[in-house]
């Protein structure tokens, strides 16, 4: 039956039918996604605070310039991104390593890997209390794991930065590793069966196959894994509250407490947007070095 003869009776097209569920999901999307993005963009140029009850006065890029000239902001930026390095390289170490030991036939290979992905299922914040409680000098398993007695961590300016960042490998070290097993699983076994007959060692085997081979699926993991480590929140957050001091302020915590304790909701819209651009910027260099691995 053609859709003239549907309509004829009184009936609904497919076309109509499609704009009836597309239409609403549609505008629901760009009410709760897309008009906020834009509606924070203006405000980013504003001077505003939501409790003030006065409207949004247009002061240009003053926020931004503010922003840019606070060494308070460029110091959160530094801890973020030694964050982003040290929990970013741990989780590819580990994560790259445990894939290495998995992908080989080992009796229940299956159970052992379902256990490992746990960690990277829990929510955030029971990471975080957990940890919390482990690094506790008083009853945490860590210090005596570790013979060093009353040893303080999160309340240490010196290591409470790493101790999150463990915190963050235990977790996210699984999404490395299977993405690496997928990569491994995909490599064909006539070149690991060629480097045999010729001979070639293990770490030259490791060195020009597997690493080579891998590396894509490698690099997309960093990719995700640097953009999560500068907008992590709710682990620094839980386990610190951006201190002791300043030590673990990363910039999400320094935009948080810029957008709601201090409620300068115009500068803390700005910084947000200045996050994004470093975000993007440092996602599309990634992005950059994976297309040249996918031509070699």
């Known amino acids: 039956m053609t859709t003239n003869a549907v309509m004829a009776r009184g009936g609904l097209s497919d076309l109509s ?7 609403p999901t549609l505008v629901f999307l760009i009410l709760i996604n897309i008009f906020p993005l834009f509606y924070s963009l203006i405000l980013s140029f504003a001077d505003y605070s939501a409790i003030s009850g006065k409207p949004p ?15 308070h902001v460029w110091n959160s930026f530094y801890i973020t991104l030694k964050y982003a390095i040290i929990s970013v390289f741990g989780q590819l170490v580990v994560g790259f390593g445990i894939a290495l030991l998995l992908n080989r036939k080992i009796p229940g290979k299956g159970v052992i890997t379902t256990l490992l992905l746990l960690p990277m299922m829990m929510s955030m914040a029971i990471v975080g209390l957990f940890w919390k409680l482990l690094y506790s000098p008083s009853w945490g398993i860590i210090n005596y794991l570790l013979g060093l007695g009353k040893f303080v961590w999160i309340s240490n300016a010196d290591v409470a930065l790493l101790a999150i960042a463990i915190t963050d490998i235990w977790m996210w070290s ?7 097993l997928a990569g491994l699983s995909a490599i064909p076994q006539h070149l690991y069966e060629a480097a045999s007959i010729d001979r070639a060692s293990r770490w030259f085997t ?5 690493l080579p081979l891998v590396s894509p699926l490698l690099l997309i993991a960093v990719i995700f894994r640097t953009m999560e480590a500068f907008k992590t929140f ?9 201190g002791p001091g300043t030590a673990t302020e990363l910039i999400s915590i320094k935009l948080y407490n810029m957008a709601f304790p201090q409620w300068q909701t115009g500068k803390s819209a700005a910084l947000a947007y200045i996050v994004l651009i470093v975000i993007i910027g440092v996602s599309n260099i990634y992005i950059k070095y994976l297309n040249q691995a996918k031509e070699r």
């Open 234 to 242: 709710d682990l620094a957050y839980i386990m610190t509250g951006g």
């Open 206 to 210: 490791f060195r020009r196959i597997t």
């Open 174 to 180: 699984p999404f490395v590793m299977l993405l690496s």
């Open 57 to 71: 006065i247009w002061i240009g890029i003053r926020n931004y310039r503010e922003l840019l000239n606070d060494p």
């Open 17 to 23: 039918i499609r704009n009836f569920f597309i239409i």
